[in-house]
């Protein structure tokens, strides 16, 4: 992609530009990137717009990934998922190379939901590689981990989320808990009695992870509480 064709990409960001959106936004996510404050359905309407070809697309990825604009980082995110179908395995390492900047959970989650997980479900060798990521020293990449099983759960294939969930529920990390406890809930849409009977065996895990978790099963909170209140 040509330098013009960059900067009249970044003008019309420019001219959507909303200085109060993009004060809260960065507050909401928790950011340390720049914000132009533009809505999500406008950026992937521009990316819909988009014509590039596949590895026009990957030259302006690292351009936008490399900004240091949170807007235009989710934007290389939305321009790169349309090419999955093209070259999932050469997106999976291209993007798995680059996972390090993302550090707020809308950029994983896009990652994980809409692009690693999609690549995963459709090549399961790839599953190796998302246990090794579940290790990271980045709690961003092992939240990720977690949340590419999302696409698996859709097809009722949950047994890789309660493997990585049985040490994710009680990592440190706000983040990793809160998507782990996503991802069981999840889980437990496909197989309700599958996830009662794996928080039953971890009752103890991290409070954020037990609340996303049991969502939609109150009874277990009840079960909780009075374990906790017989200990006590």
Not at 34 to 46: A, D, H, M, Q, T
């Amino acid at each position: 992609m040509k330098i013009m064709e960059i900067q009249q990409l970044r003008n019309k960001l420019k001219s959507l530009e909303n200085k109060e959106r993009a004060e809260k936004s960065k507050s909401y996510l928790k950011s340390p990137y720049e914000f132009y404050g533009i809505s999500v359905p406008e950026l992937r309407k521009i990316a819909k717009e988009c014509k590039l070809k596949f590895y026009d697309t990957l030259n302006l990825f690292d351009e936008l990934w490399n900004s240091g604009n949170h807007e235009e980082m989710s934007l290389a995110l939305y321009i790169l998922g349309k090419h999955i179908k093209e070259q999932p395995l050469e997106i999976w390492e291209f993007l798995f190379e680059r996972l390090e900047k993302a550090k707020t959970w809308d950029h994983i989650d896009e990652i994980s939901c809409h692009i690693l997980g999609e690549i995963l479900a459709n090549n399961i060798s790839l599953t190796s590689e998302i246990k090794k990521m579940s290790e990271s020293r980045n709690p961003w990449i092992r939240r990720t981990s977690i949340v590419s099983t999302y696409n698996l759960i859709k097809k009722c294939k949950i047994e890789l989320t309660f493997l990585l969930a049985e040490k994710l529920i009680y990592d440190e990390d706000i983040y990793v808990q809160k998507g782990t406890g996503w991802m069981l809930r999840e889980a437990g849409k496909k197989n309700r009695l599958a996830l009662r009977e794996f928080i039953m065996m971890h009752l103890n895990m991290k409070p954020s992870a037990f609340s996303y978790a049991t969502e939609k099963m109150l009874e277990l909170r009840q079960i909780k509480k009075e374990k906790l209140k017989n200990i006590s």
